[in-house]
């Protein structure tokens, strides 16, 4: 393994002054509730709003400023991601079955959460993307009751009119005009217009973030999500612009974007390097996309395929690139990532909008242990257990010498009494 580029900064960290910051912002908002809001609309977003809640007006009217292919893209994408969501759904079911032990009953149900926040990031870029990741999926899932929230836009005075377009195709039950670490401190403990909810979901810059890690316990949340993540691995074969400009479509979201060229070719590595210099000569977003590539743009020489794979596996990206001649054969030996791209044909950007995965994904290495959102996010496997006397009767002498062991007489007795 040869580094040919190394970051230079780290992509993410917590410090004292923002973990004191976004307390205070949560304490505020949930002592003050919408006056708190309201106030930090005005702060942040640059927005003077009079009330936090998007009425379905303010709704039908974002639609006007939205053109026909956008709302017909829109649809496109909520179908996809809708059957990748309900197949998902179909491979999860409750759970019946009689224990080996006569007159025991065991199982599971599948108990949807009741109320669920989808953060909506509302920074750079509008992301109605985003809506329809989270909101829909939330819905398949059986919540009942699925709050979205958005900061404002200054230029339109409330939600971006695209995104509220999404948030309504998605089907969200109640639109909030609200951001930043408020909108998780008022989705985690309510104020006199948003009601608390159970879990929260959804990616949002370093203050989103930090605030999640705060209310969590209050509150169920999806993950701690860092800046975004892409690795391609790639070889000779591959197709230098393809990669260039795969690591650029993830380099331009934000200026802390993890983008790692992993590849078995010395000379396609200096063909991508030229390709990223020509398409960052032309790309309207190069700014940020340059920054970030310096910054935290990484190649790596990898000595071969076994080598490459093994470096993907130890990193954990959450976007995960194959172009190589054996795209499949190798995607079969990967198995830490949050979304996997086999192909030279299968960009993030399909990913990212229509083919129907998820893209609310793991990033920091959480990939090793955990997954993106998806339905079994919003859903909680509750367990349960029907023992008939006879039962009772079968599982008692082991109960009952357990609790001994461990000095817990009550738990003894409860079954005791029973089986006497």
Same mark, same amino acid.
């Given at each position: 393994?040869?580094?040919?580029?190394?970051?230079?900064?780290?992509?993410?960290?917590?410090?004292?002054?923002?973990?004191?910051?976004?307390?205070?912002?949560?304490?505020?908002?949930?002592?003050?509730?919408?006056?708190?809001?309201?106030?930090? %609309?005005?702060?942040?977003?640059?927005?003077?709003?009079?009330?936090?809640?998007?009425?379905?007006?303010?709704?039908?009217?974002?639609?006007?400023?939205?053109?026909?292919?956008?709302?017909?893209? /829109?649809?496109?994408?909520?179908?996809?991601?809708?059957?990748?969501?309900?197949?998902?759904?179909?491979?999860?079911?409750?759970?019946?079955?009689?224990?080996?032990?006569?007159?025991?009953?065991?199982?599971?149900?599948? #108990?949807?959460?009741? !109320?669920?926040? =989808?953060?909506?990031?509302?920074?750079?870029?509008?992301?109605?993307?985003?809506?329809?990741?989270?909101?829909?999926?939330?819905?398949? %899932?059986?919540?009942?009751?699925?709050?979205?929230?958005?900061?404002?836009?200054?230029?339109?005075?409330?939600? *971006?009119?695209?995104?509220?377009?999404?948030?309504?195709?998605?089907?969200?039950?109640? #639109?909030?005009?609200?951001?930043?670490?408020?909108?998780? =401190?008022?989705?985690?403990?309510?104020?006199?217009?948003?009601?608390?909810?159970?879990?929260?979901?959804?990616?949002?810059?370093?203050?989103?973030? &930090?605030?999640?890690?705060?209310?969590?316990?209050?509150?169920?949340?999806?993950? /701690?999500?860092?800046?975004?993540?892409?690795?391609?691995?790639?070889?000779?074969?591959?197709?230098?612009?393809?990669?260039? #400009?795969?690591?650029? %479509?993830?380099?331009?979201?934000?200026? *802390?974007?993890?983008?790692? /060229?992993?590849?078995?070719?010395?000379?396609?590595?200096?063909?991508?390097?030229?390709?990223? &210099?020509?398409?960052?000569?032309?790309?309207?977003?190069?700014?940020?996309?340059?920054?970030?590539?310096?910054?935290?743009?990484?190649?790596?020489?990898?000595?071969?395929?076994?080598?490459?794979?093994?470096?993907?596996?130890? #990193? =954990?990206?959450?976007?995960? &690139?194959?172009?190589?001649? *054996? =795209?499949?054969?190798?995607?079969?030996?990967?198995?830490?990532?949050?979304?996997?791209?086999?192909?030279?044909?299968?960009?993030?950007?399909?990913?990212?909008?229509?083919?129907?995965?998820?893209?609310? /994904?793991?990033?920091?290495?959480?990939?090793?242990?955990?997954?993106?959102?998806?339905?079994?996010?919003?859903?909680?496997?509750?367990?349960?257990?029907?023992?008939?006397? &006879?039962?009772?009767?079968?599982?008692?002498?082991?109960?009952?010498?357990?609790?001994?062991?461990?000095?817990?007489?009550?738990?003894?007795?409860?079954?005791?009494? !029973?089986?006497?």
């Amino acid at each position: 393994m040869e580094f040919k580029k190394k970051a230079v900064k780290k992509t993410y960290r917590r410090d004292e002054e923002l973990t004191k910051l976004v307390s205070g912002i949560i304490e505020r908002v949930k002592e003050d509730g919408d006056k708190e809001l309201l106030k930090l %609309a005005s702060q942040f977003d640059r927005v003077d709003l009079k009330n936090v809640k998007v009425s379905a007006d303010d709704i039908q009217k974002a639609y006007d400023f939205v053109d026909e292919m956008t709302v017909n893209s /829109l649809k496109f994408a909520a179908k996809n991601i809708a059957f990748y969501a309900e197949n998902q759904f179909k491979c999860l079911q409750n759970m019946n079955v009689q224990s080996p032990v006569k007159g025991v009953t065991l199982g599971h149900r599948l #108990i949807p959460v009741e !109320r669920c926040g =989808a953060y909506i990031p509302g920074g750079r870029y509008p992301l109605p993307s985003s809506a329809l990741m989270s909101v829909i999926t939330a819905k398949i %899932a059986g919540v009942k009751t699925v709050c979205a929230c958005c900061p404002p836009s200054q230029k339109y005075g409330n939600i *971006h009119p695209a995104v509220l377009v999404a948030m309504d195709i998605a089907g969200a039950d109640e #639109i909030y005009s609200v951001g930043g670490a408020q909108a998780v =401190a008022a989705m985690a403990y309510g104020t006199e217009t948003v009601k608390k909810v159970d879990l929260i979901v959804g990616p949002g810059n370093r203050f989103v973030t &930090e605030a999640k890690r705060q209310v969590l316990g209050d509150v169920g949340i999806d993950s /701690l999500a860092g800046p975004s993540e892409v690795l391609i691995i790639a070889d000779e074969s591959s197709n230098p612009a393809y990669v260039a #400009i795969d690591l650029l %479509a993830q380099a331009e979201h934000d200026p *802390h974007t993890k983008t790692i /060229l992993v590849c078995t070719d010395r000379e396609t590595i200096h063909q991508v390097e030229e390709a990223l &210099e020509l398409f960052l000569s032309e790309l309207k977003t190069n700014k940020i996309a340059r920054q970030s590539w310096n910054d935290n743009g990484q190649i790596i020489l990898a000595k071969d395929d076994e080598e490459a794979v093994k470096i993907a596996n130890e #990193i =954990a990206p959450e976007h995960l &690139e194959v172009q190589t001649k *054996h =795209a499949d054969e190798m995607s079969e030996q990967l198995h830490n990532y949050g979304s996997l791209f086999i192909g030279s044909y299968s960009p993030v950007a399909f990913g990212d909008y229509v083919s129907g995965t998820n893209h609310i /994904l793991p990033t920091m290495g959480t990939a090793k242990y955990s997954n993106g959102v998806w339905v079994g996010t919003f859903i909680k496997t509750s367990f349960y257990q029907k023992i008939t006397e &006879e039962g009772c009767r079968n599982l008692s002498e082991a109960c009952m010498h357990l609790a001994s062991v461990e000095g817990l007489l009550a738990h003894k007795k409860s079954v005791e009494m !029973r089986v006497k």
